[in-house]
């Protein structure tokens, strides 16, 4: 039985969620020397049996290469240089590789990542505190902030220089902020995302995003032998209402021939309606506290951007922090909100576009139908077009176009 240590009094950044922003943010914070405490309201098991996306852009990895915790990610992950669309039963494929010299994504769970974080940072010896309830910040507008909250039964206060807000779209640091301080974005979509994990082999080597008139779908995969598929459904569908020979046989009828022969069906090992959202909050800092990740924004699945938006603001906050504590400067976390912000605008837009070209919104006509072929037959069939879309999709560098 493993013994947890004390909970200290203090700390130098006090992480509020320990998914993958608050994760990622620990070990960043920890290879430069500043001492962290993660708060995660659930338990370990709990966060490890979320089901999320898996397509990593080139920043991601190279942040955990630099986190120490690329080895499982480079031996098991699967390295794809493009993907396909599909509309009126026609499959395009988009060449990511050569249409943005050479670049690539990675098809590596977020569960998987998640873990090998968890796993780092329990070799490293730095605290996590599962299980913490009730917790509630205070004093980020001075130069003491603290935080308390409930562990075993017991309350507890902890001090720090700084709170990172790393607790996701339902969490308390962005509650927190007076309504005045702080503006809401937000576009709800008229539909959901009902996904399929199996293990049975994925129907294509590559992911295939498709628009059919039956609505959208997604041939996705997290290894050779275990399949993540998605399909489209009106918001008022219940998950209870799609039993698997239901999911199987609507996908089908999404897919074109080749797919409907190669398509390997097979027990679920999870299904979930996820509802479809673009949120952006302004700004990302208040006073000693920062927001980072589903904290302070949520995109749309469409495009895979969630984790990876949220690994380039730990990036940008590690790096401002770091800059804090070693120099003694404030220009980083002055900059931070802005030069989050910027990264992020660009890939809702991009969420948003793909969102809207792909699925079949209700209310709209034949002549929007019409409308989508023209532009998907536009971009696949101009350089420039589908250069776009790959640019977009292997994700921005870190420090784009300053
Ligand atoms: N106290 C402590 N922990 C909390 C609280 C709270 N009041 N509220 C939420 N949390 C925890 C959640 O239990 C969760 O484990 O914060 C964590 C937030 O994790 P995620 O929701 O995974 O968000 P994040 O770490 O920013 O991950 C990036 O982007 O689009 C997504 O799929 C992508 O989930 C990924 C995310
Ligand atoms: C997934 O595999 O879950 C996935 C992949 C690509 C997306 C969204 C989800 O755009």
């Known amino acids: ?11 130098q950044v006090a992480i509020i969620g320990g998914g993958p922003s608050g994760l990622l943010l ?54 794809h240089t493009g993907f396909e669309m599909m509309f009126d039963g026609q499959r395009h494929r988009i060449d990511m590789h050569r249409l943005t010299g050479g670049k690539k ?14 796993e780092a940072r329990q070799a490293s010896g730095q605290l996590t505190v599962y299980q913490a309830e009730e917790v509630s910040v205070h004093d980020y507008d001075t130069a003491q902030p603290r935080v308390r909250f409930m562990h075993e039964g017991r309350s507890h206060e902890l001090a720090c220089d700084f709170i990172a807000g790393c607790d996701g779209f339902h969490g308390v ?6 309504r005045g301080a702080i503006t809401e974005f937000e576009k709800v979509y008229p539909f959901g995302w009902l996904g399929l994990l199996a293990d049975t082999p994925p129907v294509s080597d590559e992911l295939i995003y498709i628009n059919s008139p ?13 399949s993540r598929y998605y399909l489209q459904v009106p918001l008022t569908d219940k998950i209870e209402a799609w039993s698997d020979e239901a999911f199987w046989a609507e996908l089908r009828l999404r897919l074109d ?18 509802p479809l959202r673009s949120f952006v909050t302004e700004p990302l800092r208040f006073g000693r506290m920062f927001l980072a990740g589903d904290a302070g924004h949520i995109v749309p699945p469409t495009g895979a951007k969630g984790l990876n938006l949220a690994a380039t603001d730990v990036k940008y906050l590690s790096q401002a922090l770091i800059e804090y504590f070693q120099e003694r400067s404030e220009a980083g976390i002055d900059h931070y909100s802005a030069r989050c912000l910027r990264r992020i605008w660009r890939a809702e837009r991009f969420s948003w576009w793909f969102t809207t070209l792909m699925h079949r919104f209700p209310g709209n006509g034949p002549i929007d139908a019409k409308f989508q072929e023209a532009e998907i037959d536009y971009l696949l069939h101009s350089e420039a077009g589908a250069r776009t879309i790959a640019e977009n999709y292997v994700g921005l560098p870190l420090d784009f176009g300053a």
């Open 257 to 274: 021939e080749e797919g409907r022969e190669r398509l390997v069906t097979g027990p679920s090992i999870e299904k979930s309606i996820a």
């Open 173 to 178: 640091c962005r509650a927190s902020v007076p």
């Open 26 to 79: 620990g070990q960043l914070l920890h290879k430069a020397g500043i001492d962290n405490i993660v708060l995660e309201r659930q338990s370990g098991e709990y966060v490890l049996g979320r089901i999320r996306a898996g397509v990593l852009e080139q920043v991601t990895m190279d942040l955990l290469d630099e986190c120490g915790v690329g080895e499982r990610m480079h031996r098991e992950g699967l390295v």
């Open 105 to 118: 994504v990675m098809v590596y769970g977020q569960t998987e990542l998640t873990r090998d974080l968890m």
């Open 1 to 11: 039985m493993s013994v947890q240590p004390q909970i200290p009094s203090r700390t």
């Open 214 to 226: 039956r609505g959208f779908s997604l041939c996705s995969q997290r290894s050779r032998s275990r």
